[in-house]
RNA sequence: UGGAUUGUAGCUUAAUCGGCAAAGCGUCGCACUGUGGAUGCGAAGAAUGCGAGUUCGAAUCUCGUCAAUUCAC
């Protein structure tokens, strides 16, 4: 038995909808996952995470909850989901983006990463066999190899470098996964119907904007075979283009029969693009974080609640959100809460932000089911578009 | 009523001997893609309280005036 199960329901050109068997949920396809890299999605309550916004799956990350509270408290307390009380899906990252994006110092050498924590400045080593121990602990549903991430420019020698260094720590990464779900070290282990209980591994294709690498990752990536299989080094730097070129180019060669998963990506506008290359899963920060910072994402396009026009608007963030907070709340009043500084201002918006990608991906489902999902992606561009300013 | 001190951007403060009036916060706007309640970038904003004088040149020196603070009566 498989630790996930995946089933195509319908497709339309490369874009499909499916569904994704977890030892904890369903989940529909195409797929949008919060992020919550601290045992928290920034802001947002798991009641609402449960009940309105119904999200199915969210990120937990490796590297930060390694550095605090540890590993081994996490493992004490029973894993991630006894832990945060989120009893849905959990896909863990490695760690391996965060050590290249977060730290300053750091030594790779081709056991793993030395690198100083940025919260205390302390040394730690992160490596395939470490990472996978932590997502163990952690007990997440889906975990993902350790691999490096090398930036969105990188040249050629260097991204052929990276992507082999990433290739070798794939396979360490299924060799020391294996070991643990056989020692039963997973915390999140469940029986569930149909499904070996275990958790389930993701591989990660690397290799910049430079096609041919691409697909020589790719390669090694299926020849070790994981459980579904990610896209990993896009929209870190390199140009937008390029990402799209990556995935016309990539994801429709990516296996047929596992989710494509599309690593901390995008705008809503990247997510349409993508599914319409065939890729399934994505998580990315722009809701939370933006939400933060008073950056709305609506039907109409981004807005920034900061602007003086809004001082006395009284209409919702997005007219056409059925959210809870676009039903009750003005732009004027939480224009207002941003500028005194008061927290629910973040809380809020992150909310409605993350309202609107998960009704998106509902919306891309049901148009690919009926068939219509060009016609959706053409209006729902469109639209998004209305309020941008002019020539971008 | 008299004396002292202080008046510079919305706020708090810089500006060597008299030599291009700056900064932080705030305001306005932009960025943010496997997290960053962060940060970065850009903009607007000043007759240096007001009026004279000295000087090539005054936020700076002199006189007057107004205001605030403070002390004395």
Redesign the pocket.
């Known amino acids: 038995m498989k630790p996930i199960e995946w089933t195509v329901n319908a497709q339309e050109g490369n874009a499909r909808t499916g569904i994704l068997r977890t030892r904890r949920s369903e989940i529909e396809t195409p797929v949008f996952m ?5 045992a ?5 309550r798991y009641e609402w995470l449960e009940t309105e916004l119904d999200a199915r799956i969210i ?1 937990g ?1 490796t ?2 909850l390694f550095l605090r509270p540890g590993a081994e408290i996490i493992r004490e307390l029973g894993g991630l989901h006894k832990f945060s009380t989120w009893s849905r899906s959990l896909l863990t ?6 050590v ?3 730290t300053d110092l750091r030594k790779l050498t081709e056991e793993g990463v030395e690198f100083r924590s ?1 919260v205390d400045g302390s040394k730690k080593f992160l490596s395939p066999e470490v990472s996978m121990e932590v997502q163990a602990a952690l007990g997440s549903e889906i975990v ?7 930036p969105g420019d990188a040249g050629y020698d260097q991204t052929r470098k990276s992507l082999e260094l990433t290739a070798r720590w794939a396979k360490r990464s299924k060799e020391r996964f294996n070991e643990l779900q056989d020692a039963g070290m997973d915390t999140g282990f469940l029986e569930a119907e149909n499904l070996s209980g275990r958790q389930a591994l993701f591989g ?1 294709v ?1 290799g910049a904007g430079h096609l041919d690498l691409r697909r020589e990752s790719l390669d090694k990536t299926v020849e070790i075979g994981f459980d579904g299989y ?1 896209i ?6 390199e140009e ?1 283009s390029v ?1 799209y070129e990556v995935l016309e180019f990539l994801a429709p060669q990516m296996p047929e029969n596992a989710p494509r998963y599309l ?5 809503p ?3 349409i693009e993508a599914i319409s290359r065939g890729v399934d899963m994505f ?13 709305a994402f609506t039907s109409r396009g ?3 609640i ?6 006395a608007d009284f209409e919702p963030l997005d007219a056409e959100c059925p959210c809870s907070v676009c039903r009750r709340y003005s732009k004027a009043y939480l ?1 207002h809460l941003y ?9 809020l918006i ?1 909310h409605h932000n993350l309202a609107f990608f998960l009704d998106t991906m509902r919306r891309v489902r049901d148009s690919i089911k009926l068939g219509n999902f060009s016609r959706f992606k053409k209006d729902f561009l469109e639209k998004m578009r209305e309020n941008e ?1 002019a020539g ?1």
């Open positions: 919060p992020v919550g890299t601290q928290t999605v920034k802001g947002v990120l990350n590297y930060h990252d490695s760690g391996g983006f965060q290249f994006s977060l940025h993902m190899v350790f691999d490096e991430c090398p990660i690397q990610a990993g080094g896009l929209s870190v730097g937008k990402m690593m901390g990506v995008g705008t506008e990247d997510l998580d990315c920060v722009l809701p939370t974080r933006n939400g933060r910072t008073g950056g981004k807005l920034n900061r602007n003086a026009k809004f001082a224009r500028q005194t500084g008061e927290m629910l201002a973040a809380i992150s300013p971008v």
